[in-house]
């Protein structure tokens, strides 16, 4: 029985993503729970009846199952580069709102019945304001990375996948290294290392000491 706190969590899912960096950086050990979207677990539906990822189940049975509070709990523990400070709340909400609501549109056309080219150029509108920002600064809220980085890092990589070579091509110098530069961190490749769905009485797997 572990006394770690258990993260339920989908690799690709880009809540589950920052959620996980910010554990990482501050160096909160969890037993990662990797979930099967189409067949999710009964212990992970029983902590968090609203079924999505990612959930955080603390040793003590307090469940967090927002992702920017997660990483708000874990940074609040520990902050070794100092994310809480550039936090951009205003940024981020711009973020999980209406580029969000672009991105699911613009990715997945055939399931809400979008016209995907009007999606993507919404979306785009939110790129150049991240371009703006990234104009004197290496990251978006400073010279270095933060909780507003990590928190709009994962679906920024999500709408750029969509169309690389459209992505490629539009006048986005700085966000396009800005990104470039997340993915090929080292935390980013530990945040995404490749596990096999969880199964009741699995081993637990302890996230913050697996290997990259």
Known sequence: MTTDPILYSFRRCPYAMRA?????????????????LSAKPADMLEASPKGT?????????????????IMRWALERRDPENWLAREDT???????????????????????????AVHRSNGLV????????????????????????MAIMPFIRQFAATDPDWFAAQPIPRLQR?????????LFTKTMRRLPPWQPGDDPIRFAEADC
């Open 90 to 116: 205003a940024l981020i909400a711009a973020n999980d709102g209406p580029f969000k609501h672009d991105l699911d549109r613009y990715k997945y056309p055939e399931r809400h019945g979008t016209d995907a």
């Open 53 to 69: 990822v990612p959930v955080l189940v603390l040793p003590d049975c307090t469940v967090i199952d927002q992702s920017l509070d």
């Open 178 to 186: 800005w990104l470039d530069a997340h993915l090929a961190s080292p």
């Open 126 to 149: 939110f790129l150049r304001q991240l371009e703006e920002r990234l104009n004197d600064n290496d990251q978006l809220c400073g010279p270095t990375r933060g909780l507003t980085d």
């Open 20 to 36: 996980r960096l910010a554990l990482l950086v501050s160096g909160t050990t969890c037993a990662l729970r990797e979930v099967k």
